[in-house]
């Protein structure tokens, strides 16, 4: 084997090692929003679960909503396989919201397998839908927890801090965009439509429970093929990149071997 040989070897296998690694760092329990989560707004938001375990599968998920920035709306879509339990928490100060005073927020959400569950491999989207969002905060925290078949339990809780290393275990953080007029705008109308959906809530689940079913998983695979096209995006970057460096390196050395000869 001549030495560009050699080097070009040894730059896929840099590159492999590149490719395994970042797999490694996109595995944890994510929050991204479908679209934009401004101040003051409503949004959208997917939690992205994969399953870290060659041997076990993820049956729960528990997400912690901000004590801090309490928010009036939290509701998770319906996802097939799934149980989705909301937990609700007294508020020491209550808010108002559109003139209506309200007196206790959503704590937690608990998503339980009821059929499914995340395979060796796999990963889940829960889209929730959230505001109003505080107006005075960058950022949103949700620290979750994700339980396994076996009992293991990861805990996805550790707070990033601006300029550090990311944690081990870091916790889902959703970040904020500035507020327009449009913003604002649009969450009093989000407000207004999902009242007027909770007016005929009670036709939608009783009159067809296929329908909403098909439509959640349709959402959630959208959205799913969305990330994992970004995520492979990035890394097919990556790896590319340290190949074209490690063949510049090679063609370096053998033109300076040709120059001393």
């Given at each position: 084997?001549?030495?560009?040989?050699?080097?070009?070897?040894?730059?896929?296998?840099?590159a492999?090692?590149?490719?395994?690694?970042s797999?490694?760092?996109?595995?944890?329990?994510?929050?991204?929003?479908?679209?934009?989560a401004?101040?003051?707004?409503?949004?959208?938001?997917?939690?992205?679960?994969?399953?870290?375990?060659?041997?076990?599968?993820?049956?729960?998920?528990?997400?912690?909503?901000?004590?801090?920035?309490?928010l009036?709306?939290?509701?998770?879509?319906?996802?097939?396989?799934?149980?989705?339990?909301?937990?609700?928490?007294?508020?020491?100060?209550?808010?108002?919201?559109?003139?209506?005073?309200?007196?206790?927020?959503?704590?937690?959400?608990?998503w339980?397998?009821?059929?499914?569950?995340?395979?060796?491999?796999?990963?889940?989207?829960?889209?929730?839908?959230?505001?109003?969002?505080?107006?005075?905060?960058?950022?949103?925290?949700?620290?979750?927890?994700?339980?396994?078949?076996?009992?293991?339990v990861v805990?996805?809780?550790?707070?990033?801090?601006?300029g550090?290393?990311?944690?081990?275990?870091?916790?889902?953080?959703?970040?904020?965009?500035?507020a327009?007029?449009?913003?604002?705008?649009?969450g009093?109308?989000?407000?207004?439509?999902?009242?007027?959906?909770?007016?005929?809530?009670?036709?939608?689940?009783?009159?067809?429970?296929?329908?909403?079913?098909?439509?959640?998983?349709?959402?959630s695979?959208?959205?799913?093929?969305?990330?994992?096209?970004?995520?492979t995006?990035?890394r097919?970057?990556?790896?590319?990149?340290?190949?074209?460096?490690?063949?510049?390196?090679?063609?370096?050395?053998?033109?300076g071997?040709r120059?001393?000869?």
């Amino acid at each position: 084997m001549n030495n560009f040989s050699r080097l070009a070897a040894a730059g896929v296998v840099a590159a492999s090692s590149v490719l395994l690694l970042s797999g490694t760092a996109f595995a944890h329990v994510s929050v991204q929003p479908q679209g934009e989560a401004a101040k003051g707004g409503y949004a959208t938001v997917n939690f992205k679960v994969p399953n870290e375990r060659d041997n076990a599968s993820t049956v729960k998920l528990e997400v912690t909503v901000p004590a801090e920035h309490p928010l009036s709306s939290v509701m998770p879509q319906p996802v097939p396989g799934w149980k989705a339990e909301v937990t609700k928490t007294k508020l020491a100060k209550p808010l108002t919201v559109h003139g209506k005073q309200i007196t206790e927020a959503v704590s937690k959400i608990t998503w339980t397998a009821d059929g499914g569950k995340i395979a060796p491999g796999q990963f889940q989207q829960f889209p929730v839908s959230l505001g109003q969002l505080p107006e005075n905060a960058d950022q949103l925290v949700f620290k979750a927890l994700q339980t396994y078949d076996n009992k293991e339990v990861v805990r996805w809780i550790e707070e990033p801090k601006e300029g550090a290393a990311e944690p081990e275990h870091p916790a889902p953080v959703l970040t904020l965009s500035e507020a327009t007029g449009d913003h604002h705008g649009g969450g009093a109308s989000d407000a207004k439509s999902e009242d007027a959906a909770k007016a005929k809530g009670g036709e939608a689940e009783h009159g067809d429970d296929h329908t909403a079913e098909a439509a959640a998983e349709a959402g959630s695979t959208g959205a799913a093929a969305h990330a994992d096209a970004t995520d492979t995006t990035a890394r097919v970057l990556g790896v590319l990149g340290i190949v074209a460096g490690a063949a510049g390196v090679a063609f370096g050395v053998l033109a300076g071997r040709r120059r001393s000869a």
